[in-house]
């Protein structure tokens, strides 16, 4: 079964910092790859996602993320980070095969003004 | 476009009470998705219809039970409600295709069981 690791569990940094979320998977074949991100008492909502063509891929908000194949990973970027990014990110994948995703645990960013 | 809705959004239940968990989408799509969230565990799927007419269970069904009622509505029922189904639930819908499409997720229901 596929897994979803999520290394940084809580982040806090202050505005402008830049930011760096891993994300690992564990499958080896073709993946489709998502970001979601929840922020206080909202629901969950798309940041970006990647399935084909270029590994860089750039979602809403100034987020990007980096798919790199030999390394299972898909981590997620932003180069300034402001205090409306304060939420909850989860990294999601499902397998080529399959629509339904796997989350990973989270990470709780928050950002200080 | 409401979206994916959920009621209610807020419950608390003693222990072997039953309740309905309703939630109805409006943007036509096949696949509809009931999933749990609890700190420091991420999303965990309950259950899951690829299609309407169909449910399949996911990975912590028990003690769970579902109706996709029609395209638009996915009901989840608690028969003999836990203190460990404490839980923020939350609905989704997909479509479903040959490319890998978004969930799009509902407001959430927060369940306690006392």
């Known amino acids: 079964a596929q897994s979803v690791s999520q290394h940084n569990h809580h982040v806090i940094l202050s505005e402008a910092a830049s930011l760096e979320l891993g994300c690992n998977y564990s499958y080896g074949g073709t993946v489709n790859l998502f970001w979601y991100v929840q922020y206080p008492g909202q629901h969950l909502q798309l940041l970006l996602k990647y399935f084909s063509g270029d590994p860089l891929v750039k979602g809403i908000k100034g987020f990007e993320a980096e798919f790199i194949k030999s390394k299972f990973s898909f981590n997620l970027r932003k180069p300034s980070v402001q205090w409306s990014d304060t939420a909850e990110y989860f990294c999601?994948?499902?397998?080529?095969?399959?629509?339904?995703?796997?989350f990973g645990r989270g990470t709780s960013l928050i950002v200080h003004p | 476009n409401a979206g994916v809705t959920q009621t209610p959004k807020f419950q608390v239940l003693k222990t072997g009470q039953s309740m309905t968990l309703q939630c109805a989408q409006d943007?036509?799509?096949?696949?509809m998705y009931w999933y749990r969230q609890d700190p420091g565990m991420g999303l965990r799927l309950i259950y899951y219809s690829a299609s309407e007419g169909t449910t399949d269970k996911g990975e912590v069904p028990n003690g769970y039970n579902v109706s996709r009622l029609n395209k638009r509505e996915f009901s989840l029922r608690l028969e003999s409600a836990a203190p460990s189904q404490t839980s923020v639930y939350f609905c989704a819908s997909s479509e479903r295709g040959q490319v890998p499409y978004e969930q799009y997720f509902g407001p959430g229901t927060r369940l306690t069981v006392t």
């Open positions: 999601a994948v499902s397998s080529g095969g399959s629509y339904i995703p796997t």
């Open positions: 943007m036509n799509h096949n696949s």
